[in-house]
């Protein structure tokens, strides 16, 4: 026991923010992964698509899925900013040390913190653009025949890779499963995803601009 | 600043196997301040390859039942063949079921008896139900019972990492990457080491009270052994080379049976305990002609030389490193391979490209371990130097004689370190502190100059790498298993020259810093003189006992030879000098060892 | 089948010229059957090279002193068999230790200072009885023991480790498996809450971001995922009633 120990008996800040940045993580994973249903719903018709949004604005939901997204983004952020290698001497030791090992989980790591990181510029437009113009698939149609298809193409393939990513690693840390088999139905879900969200860009796209 | 650092202390323990760190608590605990000098980071000791286990006499396994000390007693001294000091023998049998039991309080995970049945060599076991989650045994070479203990496959490395996990509590500081070059001493007294340290490769002095050697053993000094790259003898050679202090019986080589071919890795006991068979080229099981009764597990000497005969006979495995025998554990399945004996599947697999599920395992008897050592009294106090000890493989203490019996090495580390570390605290607490600096500054200044001569080369340009497979050759060639006049008279002068030569040894490189070369050659004289005692010890003694068999004299002696080697290197001679002294007898007169007595004097000496 | 040309690409440095640049240095040697690289380096330094540094000890896979960096991966250098190689063999000393020069690193200082901050031994009030039977122990709780303190402490799963590479203060895998050993071992009378103390921060269980490269490089197969997993949950649930 040091003194400083003594002095702040009980310290369990690293386990809260570790807790915070897994319980944030699991729900964007669960927001993502139902919000790409969602989208999909263009796939059963322009009816489907616009009866949903106009539900979720009735009951409000669509603000309170906007909070919610804000909430747990900026819990997340906070959380994981500690794991990014702050200083440029230990970003390089880390590229260094990943090109030395060729292992295969540290790579995922470092582009899950470079997708993170991209992600944040990419899903505070996104929200932004939601919030201001609202959901409706005459105006998302018009969008992905401008220069915002691209956009949503990147941000669906981060948003996807860091989401599968992610939760594997919480799913390893914290047991129960099997890594390897884990890593297989993973990116079954995850290909499965970004064909999904793929379907519904090329379903909004026909609807013509 | 100064040219070498000085520690002064109460105890300097050189070595931190489990003998040196067992010691090291004993002392500490009677409130001595202790320094550990160590080759290597303790836990790298070559105590954790010691897979098989510790042989004491608790007698909880069903087939242990009525187990007691005067059983272990006498099954240690049929082992040595007689030649193990008696008083010695059952002092540690005596000792031995507290030493296991205290390493239980520490931590050591030993097995425990689970009731219930199961098969062994065709015999039903039932293990006691009132014994359940008590300390087990397995069976090993040459016991009446099943008792030695074992943490599964790692025996050796949980007591070490148990042991150096109560030297860090006590806070015993360890001072790793230190090799010892020689004792300080005034020829009456020993007064502490001058030792260099591998990192830096300065020297330092260490000062005490009291100096312990347990530095293990020489296997290296064979080509083909089974022991670490560090069990090269320097503890041994250090006490020699003060011209005073004698070593015991160094003609005792242990040679294992289950060398793996051939990258000499030992494939332990556990897998003949355990049930394993020896096979020869036809698939025969070969021992139980041999021996009806131990058949694989008579002890080591013996199942050795029954491989080697047989071999001899013509019924060995030809292979491009020498013909060879199969060990057969296939039979004891998957399961207690990839658990009990999984040491064992990853060396086949690692190390040899097979797998011992389905495969045989080529095997030959192999440099394993030296009887010999430091001659020590009973309370481990060496022959010639107050306040100098010795324990452990590096001891002749001498409780193996000519034969060790396997389970017998791991708890003599531990039961020497208790009883010994007692004395050494004793004598410490005792001894008064006046170590004259002229002495230190003269024994420092000596090893300088000789690290200087090296390194310029002053007496010659002799490679310490070629001396050393020099050596090496001598040994497995003519001082093996099968010995006689002839190879040994050869080994002998090879010996002389070779010792010669090494006084002529010149680095290549600049030998500055920590340099491994010049670690090498500080250590070549040392290394060859002790194989000279080995060979001299072997060439004088005309008769067979337990490990050192002379196809010229094939049985033992007891009217001429009942007595121990003792080998003085005096100092500037250019041989050593042999000496006996009596073995004391105290309970159990020379007798019929009950294994490998009644064929071992028909071998035929072809080859 | 003709013998391969071996080039090993040493990486070299020396302490002793502290202002001189580490360099990878190249040697050739023909290779063996059954060669393994204890025995390849060991020739090198008798036939080519006499000041290349490096250790071994039992050179059968048991004591953990030769860990380094083969070909990038790290693993112990006694048991790995030139066989499974390809000709170029590039050679580097585990990161995080300190360098003792070429492919030397002191891994025997890290572990003791891991240990003695993890307080790596079993606590008890008790005092040992030399008359007494030794306590009990299911045989299963033995070998549930046997299996975490097995590790060797090569240093692989911290060389590997990106975290430990970067924070020196972490424990790494085999800092946690230690304290795991400590857990399931009931002669060990520390709450939960003390050792939380130990292994409940960013330089203990939680400082560990999921990468296993421990788990992937484990020479001698420790399930270290399986054993940080369940230090963890132990860990959350201690830090959840603090």
């Given at each position: 026991?040091?003194?400083?120990?003594?002095?702040?008996?009980?310290?369990?800040?690293?386990?809260?923010?570790?807790?915070?940045?897994?319980?944030?993580?699991?729900?964007?994973?669960?927001?993502?992964?139902?919000?790409?249903?969602?989208?999909?719903?263009?796939?059963?018709?322009?009816?489907?698509?616009?009866?949903?949004?106009?539900?979720?604005?009735?009951?409000?939901?669509?603000?309170?899925?906007?909070?919610?997204?804000?909430?747990?983004?900026?819990?997340?952020?906070?959380?994981?900013?500690?794991?990014?290698?702050?200083?440029?001497?230990?970003?390089?030791?880390?590229?260094?040390?990943?090109?030395?090992?060729?292992?295969?989980?540290?790579?995922?790591?470092?582009?899950?913190?470079?997708?993170?990181?991209?992600?944040?510029?990419?899903?505070?437009?996104?929200?932004?653009?939601?919030?201001?113009?609202?959901?409706?698939?005459?105006?998302?149609?018009?969008?992905?025949?401008?220069?915002?298809?691209?956009?949503?193409?990147?941000?669906?393939?981060?948003?996807?890779?860091?989401?599968?990513?992610?939760?594997?690693?919480?799913?390893?840390?914290?047991?129960?499963?099997?890594?390897?088999?884990?890593?297989?139905?993973?990116?079954?879900?995850?290909?499965?995803?970004?064909?999904?969200?793929?379907?519904?860009?090329?379903?909004?796209?026909?609807?013509?601009? | 600043?100064?040219?070498?650092?000085?520690?002064?202390?109460?105890?300097?323990?050189?070595?931190?196997?489990?003998?040196?760190?067992?010691?090291?608590?004993?002392?500490?605990?009677?409130?001595?301040?202790?320094?550990?000098?160590?080759?290597?980071?303790?836990?790298?000791?070559?105590?954790?390859?010691?897979?098989?286990?510790?042989?004491?006499?608790?007698?909880?396994?069903?087939?242990?039942?009525?187990?007691?000390?005067?059983?272990?007693?006498?099954?240690?001294?049929?082992?040595?063949?007689?030649?193990?000091?008696?008083?010695?023998?059952?002092?540690?049998?005596?000792?031995?079921?507290?030493?296991?039991?205290?390493?239980?309080?520490?931590?050591?995970?030993?097995?425990?008896?689970?009731?219930?049945?199961?098969?062994?060599?065709?015999?039903?076991?039932?293990?006691?139900?009132?014994?359940?989650?008590?300390?087990?045994?397995?069976?090993?070479?040459?016991?009446?019972?099943?008792?030695?203990?074992?943490?599964?496959?790692g025996?050796?490395h949980?007591?070490?990492?148990?042991?150096?996990?109560?030297?860090?509590?006590?806070?015993?500081?360890?001072?790793?990457?230190?090799?010892?070059?020689?004792?300080?001493?005034?020829?009456?007294?020993?007064?502490?080491?001058?030792?260099?340290?591998?990192?830096?490769?300065?020297?330092?002095?260490?000062?005490?009270?009291?100096?312990?050697?347990?530095?293990?053993?020489?296997?290296?000094?064979?080509?083909?052994?089974?022991?670490?790259?560090?069990?090269?003898?320097?503890?041994?050679?250090?006490?020699?080379?003060?011209?005073?202090?004698?070593?015991?019986?160094?003609?005792?080589?242990?040679?294992?049976?289950?060398?793996?071919?051939?990258?000499?890795?030992?494939?332990?006991?556990?897998?003949?305990?355990?049930?394993?068979?020896?096979?020869?080229?036809?698939?025969?099981?070969?021992?139980?002609?041999?021996?009806?009764?131990?058949?694989?597990?008579?002890?080591?000497?013996?199942?050795?030389?029954?491989?080697?005969?047989?071999?001899?006979?013509?019924?060995?495995?030809?292979?491009?490193?020498?013909?060879?025998?199969?060990?057969?554990?296939?039979?004891?399945?998957?399961?207690?391979?990839?658990?009990?004996?999984r040491e064992?599947?990853t060396?086949?697999?690692n190390?040899?490209?097979?797998?011992?599920?389905?495969?045989?395992?080529?095997?030959?008897?192999?440099?394993?371990?030296?009887?010999?050592?430091?001659?020590?009294?009973?309370?481990?106090?060496?022959?010639?130097?107050?306040?100098?000890?010795?324990?452990?493989?590096?001891?002749?203490?001498?409780?193996?004689?000519?034969?060790?019996?396997?389970?017998?090495?791991?708890?003599?580390?531990?039961?020497?370190?208790?009883?010994?570390?007692?004395?050494?605290?004793?004598?410490?607490?005792?001894?008064?502190?006046?170590?004259?600096?002229?002495?230190?500054?003269?024994?420092?200044?000596?090893?300088?100059?000789?690290?200087?001569?090296?390194?310029?080369?002053?007496?010659?340009?002799?490679?310490?790498?070629?001396?050393?497979?020099?050596?090496?050759?001598?040994?497995?060639?003519?001082?093996?298993?099968?010995?006689?006049?002839?190879?040994?008279?050869?080994?002998?002068?090879?010996?002389?020259?070779?010792?010669?030569?090494?006084?002529?040894?010149?680095?290549?490189?600049?030998?500055?810093?920590?340099?491994?070369?010049?670690?090498?050659?500080?250590?070549?004289?040392?290394?060859?003189?002790?194989?000279?005692?080995?060979?001299?010890?072997?060439?004088?003694?005309?008769?067979?006992?337990?490990?050192?068999?002379?196809?010229?004299?094939?049985?033992?002696?007891?009217?001429?030879?009942?007595?121990?080697?003792?080998?003085?290197?005096?100092?500037?001679?250019?041989?050593?000098?042999?000496?006996?002294?009596?073995?004391?007898?105290?309970?159990?007169?020379?007798?019929?060892?009950?294994?490998?007595?009644?064929?071992?004097?028909?071998?035929?000496?072809?080859? | 089948?003709?013998?391969?040309?071996?080039?090993?690409?040493?990486?070299?440095?020396?302490?002793?010229?502290?202002?001189?640049?580490?360099?990878?240095?190249?040697?050739?040697?023909?290779?063996?059957?059954?060669?393994?690289?204890?025995?390849?380096?060991?020739?090198?330094?008798?036939?080519?090279?006499?000041?290349?540094?490096?250790?071994?000890?039992?050179?059968?896979g048991i004591?953990g002193?030769?860990?380094?960096?083969?070909?990038?991966?790290?693993t112990l250098?006694?048991k790995?068999?030139?066989?499974?190689?390809?000709?170029?063999?590039?050679?580097?000393?585990?990161?995080?230790?300190?360098?003792?020069?070429?492919?030397?690193?002191?891994?025997?200082?890290?572990?003791?200072?891991?240990?003695?901050?993890?307080?790596?031994?079993?606590?008890?009030?008790?005092?040992?009885?030399?008359?007494?039977?030794?306590?009990?122990?299911?045989?299963?709780?033995?070998?549930?023991?046997?299996?975490?303190?097995r590790c060797i402490?090569c240093?692989c799963?911290?060389?590997?480790?990106?975290?430990?590479?970067?924070?020196?203060?972490?424990?790494?895998?085999?800092?946690?498996?230690?304290?795991?050993?400590?857990?399931?071992?009931?002669?060990?009378?520390?709450?939960?809450?003390?050792?939380?103390?130990?292994?409940?921060?960013?330089?203990?269980?939680?400082?560990?971001?999921?990468?296993?490269?421990?788990?992937?490089?484990c020479p001698i197969g420790i399930?270290?995922?399986?054993?940080?997993?369940?230090?963890?949950?132990?860990?959350?649930?201690?830090?959840?009633?603090?």
């Amino acid at each position: 026991m040091q003194l400083q120990r003594a002095l702040t008996p009980g310290n369990k800040t690293d386990f809260l923010v570790e807790a915070a940045q897994t319980v944030s993580g699991l729900l964007l994973v669960g927001f993502l992964w139902t919000h790409m249903l969602f989208v999909a719903s263009i796939l059963l018709g322009i009816q489907a698509f616009d009866a949903l949004a106009h539900f979720m604005e009735r009951f409000r939901l669509l603000d309170l899925a906007v909070i919610f997204i804000i909430l747990t983004v900026a819990t997340h952020v906070g959380a994981v900013l500690r794991r990014i290698p702050g200083r440029w001497q230990e970003q390089k030791i880390v590229w260094k040390h990943a090109a030395i090992i060729r292992h295969p989980d540290t790579w995922s790591w470092l582009f899950q913190a470079v997708t993170g990181s991209a992600m944040l510029l990419l899903i505070i437009i996104h929200v932004f653009v939601v919030v201001y113009v609202g959901i409706d698939a005459t105006l998302s149609a018009d969008r992905v025949h401008s220069w915002m298809l691209g956009f949503y193409i990147v941000l669906l393939f981060l948003a996807e890779y860091h989401a599968s990513v992610g939760l594997y690693r919480t799913l390893v840390k914290w047991g129960f499963v099997k890594r390897h088999s884990l890593k297989r139905v993973l990116t079954v879900i995850t290909v499965c995803t970004i064909g999904l969200g793929l379907l519904s860009l090329w379903a909004f796209y026909s609807l013509g601009g | 600043m100064s040219r070498y650092d000085h520690f002064m202390t109460d105890v300097i323990i050189v070595g931190a196997g489990l003998a040196g760190e067992r010691a090291a608590v004993e002392a500490a605990s009677h409130g001595l301040r202790v320094i550990l000098l160590s080759l290597v980071p303790p836990r790298r000791s070559h105590s954790s390859a010691a897979q098989g286990g510790m042989q004491a006499s608790l007698g909880n396994s069903a087939m242990g039942k009525g187990d007691n000390p005067d059983i272990h007693f006498a099954d240690t001294v049929k082992g040595s063949d007689w030649g193990c000091d008696q008083d010695v023998a059952r002092l540690f049998a005596e000792t031995a079921p507290i030493a296991v039991r205290q390493m239980s309080y520490w931590g050591v995970p030993w097995n425990r008896v689970v009731p219930g049945t199961r098969l062994y060599d065709g015999k039903e076991i039932q293990e006691d139900p009132a014994k359940e989650g008590l300390i087990t045994a397995r069976n090993f070479g040459g016991t009446a019972k099943w008792r030695t203990c074992y943490t599964a496959d790692g025996t050796g490395h949980t007591l070490l990492y148990t042991m150096d996990s109560v030297v860090l509590k006590m806070g015993i500081p360890v001072h790793d990457r230190t090799e010892v070059l020689s004792l300080i001493h005034d020829g009456k007294r020993c007064l502490g080491v001058v030792a260099r340290c591998l990192r830096t490769g300065k020297l330092r002095a260490y000062t005490a009270k009291a100096t312990v050697i347990a530095t293990g053993g020489y296997g290296r000094l064979y080509g083909a052994s089974t022991n670490a790259v560090i069990n090269e003898g320097s503890g041994m050679f250090v006490a020699l080379e003060t011209g005073v202090v004698p070593l015991g019986n160094m003609e005792a080589v242990q040679f294992h049976p289950t060398g793996i071919v051939p990258s000499w890795i030992l494939i332990t006991e556990g897998a003949r305990g355990d049930g394993g068979y020896l096979l020869d080229k036809n698939l025969h099981r070969f021992m139980p002609d041999y021996e009806p009764n131990k058949k694989e597990l008579a002890s080591r000497d013996v199942v050795s030389r029954r491989i080697m005969q047989h071999i001899r006979s013509g019924y060995g495995v030809e292979s491009p490193y020498g013909a060879h025998v199969w060990l057969d554990i296939r039979h004891l399945g998957a399961r207690h391979i990839n658990t009990n004996l999984r040491e064992i599947a990853t060396i086949c697999r690692n190390f040899a490209g097979i797998d011992p599920v389905h495969d045989l395992i080529p095997v030959r008897p192999t440099q394993h371990y030296s009887m010999g050592g430091i001659r020590t009294n009973i309370d481990g106090m060496a022959y010639g130097l107050e306040g100098l000890f010795a324990l452990g493989e590096a001891a002749c203490w001498d409780m193996h004689g000519f034969n060790r019996l396997g389970g017998n090495s791991l708890a003599e580390t531990v039961v020497a370190g208790m009883i010994v570390g007692g004395k050494i605290a004793a004598c410490a607490k005792e001894a008064s502190y006046h170590v004259s600096s002229a002495l230190i500054e003269e024994q420092v200044r000596f090893q300088e100059d000789r690290i200087q001569a090296l390194i310029e080369g002053r007496h010659g340009r002799e490679n310490v790498y070629q001396l050393r497979r020099e050596m090496e050759q001598t040994l497995s060639e003519h001082v093996g298993i099968f010995r006689s006049e002839e190879p040994l008279q050869k080994a002998v002068a090879k010996l002389h020259e070779l010792h010669q030569r090494s006084l002529r040894v010149g680095l290549r490189s600049d030998g500055r810093g920590a340099n491994p070369e010049l670690a090498a050659a500080l250590r070549i004289t040392g290394m060859i003189r002790l194989a000279y005692c080995i060979a001299a010890g072997a060439l004088a003694r005309q008769e067979s006992r337990g490990s050192h068999y002379r196809e010229d004299f094939p049985k033992r002696d007891d009217v001429n030879w009942l007595k121990r080697t003792l080998a003085y290197w005096p100092v500037g001679a250019d041989q050593p000098s042999l000496a006996y002294e009596p073995v004391k007898i105290t309970e159990l007169p020379p007798g019929d060892r009950g294994y490998g007595e009644a064929s071992a004097h028909s071998v035929t000496a072809k080859g | 089948m003709s013998q391969r040309q071996l080039t090993f690409h040493i990486f070299r440095y020396n302490p002793e010229e502290p202002d001189a640049k580490p360099r990878t240095q190249s040697y050739v040697l023909p290779e063996e059957p059954g060669m393994t690289l204890f025995i390849a380096l060991n020739k090198i330094r008798e036939e080519q090279d006499p000041t290349l540094k490096f250790d071994f000890v039992c050179r059968a896979g048991i004591c953990g002193s030769c860990g380094m960096l083969i070909n990038g991966k790290p693993t112990l250098a006694c048991k790995t068999l030139t066989k499974d190689l390809p000709d170029r063999i590039s050679l580097m000393p585990l990161p995080v230790f300190q360098l003792l020069g070429d492919l030397s690193v002191d891994t025997g200082t890290w572990f003791r200072h891991v240990s003695l901050r993890t307080e790596a031994w079993v606590h008890t009030e008790k005092r040992f009885d030399p008359m007494a039977e030794e306590e009990r122990m299911s045989n299963d709780t033995a070998l549930a023991i046997y299996e975490a303190e097995r590790c060797i402490e090569c240093g692989c799963c911290i060389g590997g480790c990106a975290t430990a590479n970067i924070k020196p203060g972490f424990i790494g895998a085999a800092g946690v498996n230690r304290v795991a050993r400590f857990m399931v071992d009931p002669r060990d009378e520390r709450s939960d809450q003390q050792y939380f103390d130990v292994v409940g921060s960013e330089d203990g269980i939680f400082g560990c971001i999921g990468l296993m490269a421990c788990d992937d490089n484990c020479p001698i197969g420790i399930p270290l995922q399986g054993q940080l997993a369940y230090v963890r949950r132990k860990m959350a649930v201690a830090g959840w009633k603090r």
